[in-house]
């Protein structure tokens, strides 16, 4: 009886593999659909809106953004300490994602942090930043990402001001900075 079920397993993993590789899975008809919309804040609405999430080939992105913007954005890298066109601005308005144009910092909540970074101590809502583990470099972090298109921003970290006690460490390359008035 033991070796039917291994056998009945095998051949269900089997079928399934046969399926998703034949296309048969992937059908329009076999699918679930899905808007790809998620709900967002927008500053410039002063509420809640539903958006498109943001999806682009590699080579799309690469077009997009430079080279800096493309490696942080979309490889996850850093830009070096201090260097950052953000990192001491201290005017009035909103820092969008430079992918894709998402509201994700308001200037109100940025403060010196010493980092060399832009660092806020929220998002302009959780909705509009995501998180998720990584442990790159034999460190485990927490990266921030665009929640819209999925873009690298920098990382959280817990030795921020009140209050949130959050500190995001933000590259500047991922931000574009849409000034407001006071």
């Known amino acids: 009886m033991k070796t039917i079920k291994i056998l009945a397993l095998i051949a269900g993993v089997f079928g399934l593999f046969w399926l998703t590789s034949s296309g048969m ?7 679930p659909k899905t808007t790809g919309k998620i709900k967002v804040y927008s500053v410039e609405e002063g509420g809640y809106i539903h958006s ?18 493309y490696h942080i954005l979309r490889q996850q890298g850093t830009e070096r ?8 601005n201290k005017k009035h308005g909103v820092y ?13 909540t940025k403060y010196k942090s010493g980092t060399g970074w832009p660092s806020y101590y929220q998002a302009v809502a959780e ?15 927490n990266e921030l990402i665009c929640s819209r298109c ?6 959280v970290f817990d030795d921020g001001p009140a209050p949130t006690g959050k500190r995001h460490c933000i590259n500047s390359e991922s931000l574009i900075f849409h000034e407001l008035p006071e």
């Open 25 to 31: 899975a992937g059908s329009d008809e076999m699918m």
């Open 52 to 69: 498109d999430r943001v999806t682009k080939s590699e080579a799309d992105w690469k077009r997009l953004l430079t080279d800096e913007q």
């Open 81 to 88: 300490a201090f260097t950052g066109k953000y990192w001491d």
């Open 96 to 108: 969008r994602c430079a992918g894709c144009g998402l509201d994700l910092y308001h200037s109100d």
């Open 127 to 141: 909705e509009n930043v995501s998180t998720q583990a990584d442990n790159s470099f034999f460190m485990t972090r």
């Open 150 to 155: 999925g873009g690298h921003l920098g990382h």
